[in-house]
């Protein structure tokens, strides 16, 4: 039979103190207390100090999904301002249009 329970320092992995021991999971191991523990990545102070058993196959999580196909917009060029913007803008052209008419006229 086995028993399941998590590491008394709160979680965590375990450190190496100045005096040489270990603290959480890795201290436990140590210690006997435990028999295995969860998968950790090795480094190079807990690799001298207890066994890692053969990683069965290396994977990086990502989330995937499909890429959205963009839909043709003809109308994408007027998009980046607002109506109000556009209002002003035609206003501004018919004015200057307007003036440069009558200068015309008048000369």
Same mark, same amino acid.
């Given at each position: $039979?086995?028993? !399941? *329970?998590?590491?008394?320092?709160?979680?965590? #992995?375990?450190?190496?103190?100045?005096?040489?021991?270990?603290? %959480?999971?890795?201290?436990?191991?140590?210690?006997?207390?435990?028999?295995?523990?969860?998968?950790?990545?090795?480094?190079?102070?807990?690799?001298?100090?207890?066994?890692? $058993?053969?990683? !069965? *196959?290396?994977?990086?999580?990502?989330?995937? #999904?499909?890429?959205?196909?963009?839909?043709?917009?003809?109308? %994408?060029?007027?998009?980046?301002?607002?109506?109000?913007?556009?209002?002003?803008?035609?206003?501004?052209?018919?004015?200057?249009?307007?003036?440069?008419?009558?200068?015309?006229?008048?000369?």
């Amino acid at each position: $039979s086995y028993r !399941l *329970f998590g590491p008394q320092d709160k979680g965590y #992995y375990g450190k190496k103190l100045l005096n040489g021991t270990w603290t %959480g999971m890795v201290g436990e191991l140590i210690h006997g207390i435990a028999d295995m523990g969860t998968p950790m990545s090795a480094s190079a102070d807990n690799y001298q100090d207890i066994d890692f $058993s053969e990683p !069965l *196959f290396i994977e990086g999580f990502a989330a995937a #999904y499909k890429r959205p196909v963009p839909e043709p917009d003809f109308a %994408g060029f007027v998009k980046p301002m607002s109506p109000y913007s556009w209002l002003l803008i035609f206003m501004s052209s018919l004015i200057i249009l307007i003036v440069t008419g009558v200068i015309f006229r008048i000369y």
